[in-house]
């Protein structure tokens, strides 16, 4: 590094969880910018800055130092990682190849105060970051029986491990990253696609929930999955899917209902000899925002109508344990509204409100930075989310420790992995 200056970086990372960032050999009170980049697999760039003055003895430790502005404000440690933004907007930061390779994140310190870095712009220093969504031994294996498809995440070892079922929402297709870092943690994790995924149908007509039974089954069935129930982390319209789990399958005795509904909407659940008739969505009140997302949070008619009593998912009968978990800032839909509807049918006992002010709906593990806006397959336009940047960071890292508590409380403990 050029003129004695140092940046330090942990070279490997999982699930943003790093070591440290210190820069060194700095003059006392220097003004700096650091900043990280990163390109995905899209090749979209993903950046953050953040402006800090050393101290008296020329270091910056934004673990210990409040930035002073730039992407964030104040001491966040992880800063420069969980408030990575796009340089084209509606973007969203997802690792979609999680085991065959990580992330590369450069870092870099520019003297004084950068709002913008070209070529011409040399860093005192730089380095580079590895960051990775599965811990070391951790195996992928794409799954293709019977019906059911997706990818299985297991830790390294002999087992047997608590077994989760990790459900997204309304895109469709597979998302595994999730998946990947729970299974770092020392689960069994099962990425389940549901529609727009390989033979799937390619839209969502209708829940079958014997496809998620069967998935179940199979989960169980595996040699390193510890029974005899398994849990369920899901979001959106898979939370949606989870809470019918919980209430019909047996199999189901934790789930993690992030930012959901507690009725159908817009597609009935089929089950056997059950059927629930859905909510039909309001499109005539999508609002197009200033920047032309679509607002579509009036969408969902006011699921206390009595004319929809028949379209509620009757969680009085889950026997397993429900943790909700909600962002008070979600544009989508208004989850605390559905959170405590399916809570008043339960017993207080059997379920837990996680309530996040500030936090929007894609409350993701704390790698993710905040996605307010994004395109996602399907919608002519980008699709409003909501959250404030600190408040759901925040958030996310306080919920993923809630979750991985409430998953192993109720599976039994997790493999211990040496990451």
């Known amino acids: 590094h050029p003129c004695g200056f140092r940046l330090e970086g942990l070279g490997a990372c999982w699930?943003?969880?790093v070591g440290g960032i210190r820069v060194r050999?700095?003059?006392?009170?220097?003004l700096v910018t650091l900043r990280a980049s990163l390109t995905d697999e899209q090749g979209e760039r993903f950046q953050a800055r953040a402006f800090f003055r050393a101290d008296?003895?020329?270091?910056?430790?934004?673990?210990?130092?409040?930035?002073?502005g730039g992407s964030y404000t104040g001491v966040w440690p992880m800063g420069l990682f969980w408030f990575l933004q796009p340089d084209t907007l509606f973007r969203r930061l997802v690792k979609r190849d999680v085991a065959g390779s990580p992330f590369l994140v450069r870092l870099e310190v520019f003297d004084g105060v950068c709002l913008l870095t070209g070529p011409q712009d040399q860093p005192l220093a730089f380095c580079e970051a590895e960051r990775w969504y599965v811990g070391p031994g951790v195996q992928r294996v794409p799954i293709r029986e019977g019906r059911v498809?997706?990818?299985?995440?297991?830790?390294?070892?002999?087992?047997?491990?608590?077994?989760?079922?990790?459900?997204?929402?309304?895109?469709?297709?597979?998302?595994?990253?999730?998946?990947?870092?729970?299974a770092s943690r020392g689960f069994a994790v099962l990425a389940l696609a549901f529609f727009a995924y390989d033979d799937l149908p390619r839209a969502l007509v209708q829940l079958d929930l014997e496809y998620f039974e069967e998935a179940a089954e199979l989960l169980l069935r595996h040699p390193k999955v510890r029974g005899p129930g398994l849990g369920v982390v899901s979001v959106s319209k898979g939370a949606e899917v989870?809470?019918?789990?919980?209430?019909?399958?047996?199999?189901?005795?934790?789930?993690?209902?992030?930012?959901?509904?507690?009725?159908?909407y817009g597609n009935p659940l089929v089950y056997k000899d059950l059927h629930i008739p859905p909510i039909?969505?309001?499109?005539?009140?999508?609002?197009?925002?200033?920047?032309?997302?679509l607002d579509n949070s009036a969408v969902f008619a006011d699921p206390r109508d009595p004319a929809y009593s028949a379209s509620a998912i009757p969680t009085e009968k889950i026997q397993g344990k429900v943790l909700f978990v909600v962002g008070e800032a979600d544009r989508s839909l208004n989850s605390k509204l559905f959170?405590?509807?399916?809570?008043?049918?339960?017993?207080?006992?059997s379920c837990r409100l996680l309530s996040y002010p500030g936090a929007g709906h894609l409350i993701e593990p704390p790698s993710s930075p905040l996605c307010?806006?994004?395109?996602?397959?399907?919608?002519?336009?980008?699709?409003?989310?909501g959250g404030e940047a600190q408040a759901h960071a925040k958030a996310q890292e306080h919920s993923w420790q809630e979750i991985i508590q409430f998953l192993e409380l109720h599976l039994g403990p997790a493999a211990t992995m040496k990451l």
């Open 15 to 17: 699930g943003g969880e």
């Open 25 to 30: 050999g700095l003059s006392p009170s220097q």
């Open 56 to 68: 008296e003895a020329g270091e910056v430790d934004p673990g210990l130092h409040a930035a002073l």
């Open 149 to 182: 498809r997706g990818a299985l995440f297991l830790p390294p070892g002999p087992g047997p491990f608590p077994g989760v079922i990790d459900l997204f929402g309304g895109a469709g297709g597979l998302i595994e990253f999730r998946a990947g870092l729970l």
């Open 242 to 264: 989870a809470l019918a789990m919980a209430t019909f399958l047996p199999q189901v005795v934790a789930t993690v209902w992030i930012n959901g509904t507690a009725f159908l």
């Open 280 to 293: 039909p969505y309001l499109t005539e009140r999508m609002v197009l925002t200033e920047v032309g997302a």
């Open 339 to 349: 959170a405590e509807l399916a809570m008043a049918r339960m017993s207080p006992a």
């Open 372 to 385: 307010s806006i994004s395109s996602i397959r399907g919608s002519p336009r980008p699709l409003l989310w």
